[in-house]
């Protein structure tokens, strides 16, 4: 069996990480450990994990995850997992590339042939979103997501909410279904106002309505809206989603393939959620490894829902240099949105994409850490992203 060798990373535009592995044949694997925001952390992860992965078998892809898991004491959290994340994506990449199969071979085959997706339209402060929703409608999608709202203070105007619901009507009036991004900024006064305000015009679901360190006020919202609650992105692990499953108080689990751990872990939560009849739609607003990655867990998982995809996404976009989702890839046809904004499944082996490596080199060279976004309240007080 073949033996990794090395171990590599690259931080590229527009704020993804990329991690390559290759064995001792000269096969390789791309995963995708990116954080966003904390890019210097997962690099200082993943130079304590390198040393401990080179000279493994590459096939032992869950030994590797317990080693890391069981072996290091101190474990779970975003930066942590993400640098597992990329260490275990790449991984499921060489193992597929090496028996010459598709990843979701190896997750048990298809149970269905495609994948529907959704993409973002507004902003981290959404506004024209007509326009950007008739855009989106162009290139085949039926659904989008947009930030509900732009950052609040703890208790607000309640006609600080009135633009979500103007918005949602426009969106939904052309014939998209939209899912409603409280982002964790909305609390819990302003929470149920807003769900409540938004639930006429039958919004697809409301994301992280409440920050997933308040359980029991998430538990109470749920009580109050008939609208999906989503959530999952900073939830890291299936000890992390446990609580979430058995309080009954979510309807769709968001894990981040790059935040949670990887194919592995994002597939036992996915079958975690079946056993609680909880749908998934995985998080990813991020590159186009972790993106395939979510397809292969998408195609394998009867539970699965919706997919994000970040073409054109305004974290994307802001970066400059024309840097998209695509860039990184020599093949961009294997994303295409098809008909009712669905992406077919790939044929090719591992993940199923060939990534640029000397493109992905060339912008390594000049792309600095990226920053998470800061909001300020008028009075200066600090508000959520």
């Avoid at 954080?35 to 994990?49: I, K, T």
């Avoid at 199969?101 to 994948?115: D, S």
């Avoid at 006064?189 to 679901?205: G, H, I």
């Avoid at 024309?322 to 992406?343: A, C, E, M, Q, R």
Wanted: glycine share 8%.
């Amino acid at each position: 069996m073949p033996k990794i060798t090395h171990v590599v990373y690259y931080r590229v535009k527009p704020r993804w990480l990329m991690v390559k592995i290759t064995d001792e044949n000269g096969q390789f694997g791309w995963g995708e450990a990116t954080l966003e925001g904390h890019d210097l952390a997962v690099e200082g992860c993943l130079e304590e994990m390198i040393p401990r992965v080179v000279g493994k078998d590459a096939n032992e892809i869950e030994n590797i995850w317990q080693m890391f898991w069981r072996h290091g004491f101190y474990r779970g959290g975003p930066v942590f997992m993400s640098a597992l994340s990329g260490i275990d994506i790449a991984l499921w990449d060489l193992k597929g590339k090496n028996l010459k199969v598709p990843i979701y071979e190896l997750l048990g085959g298809k149970v269905r042939n495609e994948v529907q997706v959704y993409c973002w339209i507004g902003g981290d402060r959404p506004s024209d979103v007509e326009d950007a929703a008739k855009a989106r409608l162009e290139q085949g999608l039926k659904c989008v997501k947009m930030n509900a709202t732009e950052d609040l203070n703890w208790v607000d105007s309640p006609s600080s909410l009135d633009a979500a619901v103007e918005r949602l009507k426009i969106v939904k009036s052309l014939g998209l279904d939209a899912g409603m991004d409280f982002h964790g900024r909305v609390h819990k006064a302003m929470a149920k106002q807003l769900a409540s305000v938004l639930e006429p015009y039958r919004p697809l679901f409301i994301e992280e309505p409440l920050l997933s360190e308040h359980p029991e006020a998430i538990k109470q919202l749920s009580s109050l809206t008939t609208i999906p609650i989503a959530l999952g992105e900073r939830l890291y692990t299936r000890w992390d989603v446990k609580r979430f499953l058995e309080d009954a108080s979510v309807d769709i689990l968001q894990p981040d393939i790059a935040h949670a751990g990887g194919i592995s872990e994002t597939k036992r939560i996915a079958t975690m959620a079946e056993a609680y009849d909880v749908a998934i739609a995985p998080h990813c607003p991020l590159g186009p490894v972790a993106f395939a990655a979510c397809m292969h867990i998408a195609l394998s998982s009867p539970n699965f829902a919706i997919l994000e995809m970040s073409l054109g996404m305004h974290y994307n976009t802001e970066a400059g240099d024309d840097i998209d989702l695509l860039t990184y890839l020599k093949d961009p046809s294997v994303f295409d949105i098809g008909n009712g904004g669905y992406v077919k499944a790939p044929k090719g082996y591992g993940l199923g994409i060939e990534i640029d490596e000397e493109i992905v080199k060339q912008i390594s060279k000049k792309t600095l850490p990226w920053q998470c976004k800061v909001f300020h309240g008028p009075d200066g007080s600090i508000r959520e992203w």
